[in-house]
């Protein structure tokens, strides 16, 4: 069965840049994994808050797990390390953590974070490489490993059209991949609803209608990394396209 590993550092990292690709690609009968390296314990309570600060990780779990229940993939698998510090965690102790994953699910993708983390986030940055160094990693496993590794982008068209100077957006003749996600929109805009304490984080979603669409209702990649030996129909990401 074809599976796709997305690996991001808090949850909702999934569910804002990613989600409507991953609830496609579950339609179609992928398994669709998520490995998130802490539980969002420096992220907001919410606005009013919803819970205490100790209690904060317990929830955004949950909401975590509500969220890939409304996407229709696996449940994730949390890890517990602290957000907010992951540059000091051991690379070769995080990067086994990525590839126990792999060779427990065998993903024919991996999605991540860019090398910038998007929004130049600390996490973001450390998560990338861990997957990059992964993916080359994987390259042991022979047949199982891992066909190609995609990364999050913005394009610059839709950076400037929406005024989002605080992300490190790419040209738009660099973006490999894009989904139309509009047709699991419903889906997406129900898992962003699960991320309840952190709603009052995301500015697009109190914008108009046209611009949470133009932002959320599109997904862009670029193909980072590709094998070889790989062959085409194992680049289940490109049928989306």
């Known amino acids: 069965m074809m599976s796709v590993l997305a690996i991001f550092a808090h949850p909702d990292d999934e569910t ?3 989600s409507g690709t991953l609830a496609l690609l579950a339609r ?3 398994q669709v994994h998520l490995l998130t390296f802490t539980r969002g314990q420096a992220g907001s309570c919410g606005d009013p808050p919803l819970c205490t600060r100790g209690e ?3 929830v955004r779990e949950r909401e975590l797990r509500f969220a ?3 996407l229709g993939i696996a449940p994730p698998i949390v890890l517990d ?3 907010g510090a992951l540059d000091a965690v051991n690379e070769v102790e995080a990067v086994a953590h990525v590839m126990i994953v792999i060779e427990e699910n065998h993903p024919q993708i991996l999605l991540t974070w860019p090398p910038d983390g998007l929004s130049g986030h600390p996490d973001h940055m450390a998560v990338s490489r861990w997957t990059d160094r992964a993916f080359e990693q994987a390259a042991s496993l022979g047949s199982d490993a891992p066909a190609a590794l995609y990364h999050l982008a913005v394009p610059r068209s839709v950076a400037k059209t929406l005024g989002l100077t605080h992300l490190h957006a790419v040209p738009d003749a660099e973006v490999t991949l894009t989904v139309d996600v509009t047709p699991a929109w419903s889906q997406k805009m129900a898992a962003i ?3 309840r304490t952190q709603l009052g984080e995301s500015p697009i979603l109190s ?3 046209e611009k949470q669409r133009l932002f959320l209702g599109r997904e862009h990649f670029i193909l980072r990394a590709a094998r070889k030996t790989a062959s ?3 680049n289940i990401m490109m049928k989306l396209g």
Request: glycine letters at 4%; hydrophobic letters at 30%.
């Open 28 to 30: 179609r009968g992928t």
């Open 68 to 70: 890939c229940v409304a």
């Open 56 to 58: 904060l990780p317990a």
């Open 207 to 209: 914008a108009p209608d």
């Open 193 to 195: 609803q699960c991320h």
């Open 81 to 83: 390390y602290w957000d």
């Open 16 to 18: 804002f840049r990613c």
């Open 232 to 234: 085409d129909e194992k």
